[in-house]
């Protein structure tokens, strides 16, 4: 799902969580119409979203891409972001977040 733009991904940003059942709606809402737009404007694009149906492990895993380690690090560094990662941790529990190095295929 990446931008109609063609990047070299080097990064990726990956998000594992679950989803709290009685905020499903809104948690959908929530990230196709702020999440993922705002932060595709920063440069860090949405690549894949998996549904991990089997182990401990939380359910939902969503992974975005970027070219570059300093665009990470001024999403890390703005307000924007503490904003949105707050807004989504409202509609999920056992939220982590990690960043490696870009690798095709699923990664933890």
């Not at 300093?70 to 707050?86: A, C, N, P, T, Y």
């Amino acid at each position: 799902m990446l931008s109609s733009q063609h990047i070299r991904p080097k990064y990726k940003l990956i998000l594992f969580y679950n989803i709290k059942r009685d905020r499903q709606d809104q948690y959908y809402r929530y990230m196709l119409s702020s999440f993922v737009p705002a932060i595709q404007k920063l440069g860090v694009y949405m690549h894949m979203a998996w549904h991990i149906a089997y182990g401990d492990y939380p359910k939902r895993k969503i992974e975005f891409v970027t070219e570059s380690a300093d665009i990470l690090r001024q999403l890390f560094l703005s307000d924007e972001w503490d904003e949105l990662e707050s807004k989504l941790q409202r509609y999920v529990d056992n939220y982590e977040r990690k960043v490696v190095d870009y690798r095709n295929g699923f990664q933890v």
